[in-house]
Every structure is written in structure tokens, then in C-alpha cells.
């Protein structure tokens, strides 16, 4: 029994550590884009990047995580910031109706701004890849204007796929930080960044 809860503690680790202080370093310019937009945060952890958001302006914020203590701790914080907020218990192992299932009717359609920060390469510790590309392609299909994806280099062309197959438009890219999981992408709607965003630059 013991080697058991070990086992599970140790897959709990492993699908939720992380650094608050690196997942934005390289797309501070998306928080430039916050002011009154939605964000779904996918592996939210205790809510802080998120929170970030809320800063610049965010008008709602949704958030998942596997995480128990992270979202009680996420949802306290938020509990004093007067927008919108909801952080649920989703294991992304079931997929898309895993997180339609936890949102309910609230769970929106299109989100401005989908955050996928240091998630995908936990998940494919734990997913197949048919159920994994899936989960991705449904994601990016919920980004309205913008999509944040941070992971490890050689899983770029994977998330990339998803995103060229859903219409987005890659628009920038990072390797700036110096953290382990340091490269950041940025994509966007097709027509939204002539007409909405004419500062942020392709960058590639």
C-alpha cells in the first residue's frame, strides 16, 4: 500500500512541478493584450500567472489543474479580485469532455487568450499520442485571439501542427529564458493582428 501512495505522490509530482517565476519570461507581451479578455489557464497550478492576467486587466479567468492545493489556493487569491474566476479539478487525461465536464455551462467556446504553459510534456507521460494531439487540437480551436504555449524545443513542430491545422498564425517566438522548459510561442486568429494588434511583430 505504502509503495502505492508513493507511486501516485511521485506521478502527482512529476504532472505538477514548476516554477512560477519562468512561465512568462518571454511573452510579457501578451499581458500588453490582457485588458478585458478571457483566459483559459491549462494547468494552472496555484492560479499566479493567471493572476498576472487579472493585473493587466483580464475581465474573466478560468483554470484546471490536477493540482488540489493549487487551486484552493488559486481560488482564495481570486476570491479578493473582482472579476470572473473558476478553478476546477481536471485531470486532462479525459480530454476535451474532462474539461467540459468540470466548466459546465460556463465553458466557453472561444477564450481570447488560452495559456498551455509547461503542460505538454507532462502529459505525455501519462497519454497516448492519438488522445494527446486531440486534447491539443481542441484547445487551440478555444482560442479566440491568442494562444501561449512554453515547452521543450522538440515538441514545438507538435503543438505547431495543432495550431497551423485550427487556422492560427504563428507570430512570435522565445528562447530568452534561461529556465530548463525555456522555449515560448505565441499564436493568433488570422486578421486579428492587422486589425487589433499592430505592434506585435512577427518574430520567428
Not at 482564495?76 to 455551462?105: C, H, Q, T
Not at 505547431?160 to 507570430?171: E, I, N, P, R
Request: hydrophobic fraction near 45%.
Amino acid at each position: 500500500m505504502f509503495r502505492t501512495l508513493r507511486r501516485r505522490r511521485a506521478t502527482l509530482t512529476s504532472r505538477t512541478a514548476g516554477y512560477f517565476n519562468d512561465r512568462l519570461d518571454g511573452a510579457g507581451d501578451l499581458l500588453h493584450r490582457a485588458r478585458g479578455a478571457s483566459i483559459l489557464d491549462i494547468g494552472c497550478n496555484r492560479g499566479m500567472v493567471a493572476f498576472q492576467f487579472a493585473m493587466a486587466g483580464a475581465s474573466l479567468v478560468h483554470g484546471c489543474d490536477v493540482y488540489e492545493e493549487g487551486l484552493k489556493t488559486a481560488t482564495e487569491v481570486f476570491a479578493e479580485w473582482p472579476i470572473d474566476s473558476r478553478f476546477e479539478y481536471v485531470d486532462l487525461i479525459g480530454g476535451p469532455r474532462a474539461l467540459s465536464k468540470a466548466f459546465g455551462s460556463e465553458y466557453r467556446r472561444h477564450y481570447d487568450i488560452v495559456l498551455y504553459l509547461a503542460v505538454h510534456h507532462k502529459l505525455k507521460r501519462v497519454m497516448e499520442a492519438a488522445p494527446l494531439d486531440a486534447l491539443v487540437r481542441h484547445l487551440v480551436e478555444r482560442a479566440g485571439k491568442w494562444f501561449l504555449w512554453r515547452g521543450f524545443l522538440e515538441q514545438f513542430d507538435e503543438i505547431a501542427a495543432a495550431a497551423d491545422a485550427s487556422g492560427l498564425m504563428l507570430v512570435q517566438t522565445s528562447n530568452i529564458s534561461q529556465a530548463v522548459r525555456n522555449h515560448i510561442a505565441i499564436w493568433t486568429r488570422p486578421g486579428f493582428l492587422d486589425q487589433a494588434e499592430p505592434n506585435l511583430l512577427p518574430r520567428v
